[in-house]
């Protein structure tokens, strides 16, 4: 009866990598065609989410510098050094909970794009747990420069409008390729809440915070792409 419990959790074991681990390796080489954030969104549909969706994939080469530059500045600036975990902002965070404040997000865009690709809306330690696996795979198996494109062609800019190529057409009409530095400030201001937050109708919040991401990309500046 041991041997055969054994045999069980080694199987199951077996089974959980192949599960996370091939799907990870995958993205080397193919761009998904559907993710986990954009199923849940079509079975649990929000009030505002459209019954077509819009969504374009286009390859890194294809979206201009100054959006890159302004999501890393937005929502990741140390992007190009961490392995996938930002322990300072992780720390700080906790330390602020521990204060009384109210526990704010610390997940890098290698987080972000586990999270989207293969999880679900959660605040559970469980989903805490698979997301941190899968971002650590996903630093061990693919490069910064295709977690980037991955991210920006997944994420939601506005309801049902996914990925930076369907974002630049339906609010810049033009494509990702050309969007000026503002434009792509402002894109990547809407992207804690692209349900509360418009892009072509920014609020006075939007649009101070996209000044301050377009203060962040000049200061990071477009070399820092060529370490990704």
Excluded at 11 to 31: C, D, G, H, K, Y
Excluded at 134 to 162: A, C, H, Q
Excluded at 166 to 192: D, E, G, I, K, W
């Amino acid at each position: 009866m041991l041997r055969k419990l054994k045999r069980l959790l080694l199987f199951s074991l077996l089974a959980f990598l192949l599960l996370t681990i091939i799907p990870v390796a995958l993205l080397r080489f193919v761009n998904p065609p559907v993710w986990g954030w954009q199923l849940h969104r079509q079975l649990f549909p929000p009030a505002s989410y459209p019954a077509q969706i819009s969504h374009r994939w286009v390859p890194l080469t294809n979206i201009s510098q100054q959006m890159q530059l302004a999501v890393i500045a937005a929502e990741d600036q140390k992007f190009p050094q961490h392995a996938g975990f930002d322990l300072d902002a992780i720390q700080q965070a906790m330390e602020a909970h521990q204060d009384g404040k109210r526990l704010r997000g610390a997940s890098t865009l290698s987080q972000q794009t586990a999270k989207n690709l293969f999880l679900w809306p959660s605040r559970s330690f469980i989903r805490k747990g698979v997301e941190a696996w899968l971002t650590g795979w996903m630093e061990l198996l693919l490069d910064k420069s295709r977690i980037l494109e991955l991210y920006l062609n997944i994420v939601e800019f506005g309801p049902g409008i996914y990925g930076v190529e369907a974002a630049a057409r339906a609010n810049f009409h033009h494509s990702a390729n050309s969007l000026a530095s503002y434009q792509a400030a402002r894109m990547a201001a809407v992207l804690p809440n692209p349900y509360r937050f418009s892009v072509n109708r920014p609020s006075a919040y939007t649009l101070k915070r996209s000044r301050w991401i377009q203060q962040q990309m000049k200061q990071l500046g477009t070399g820092l792409l060529k370490t990704l």
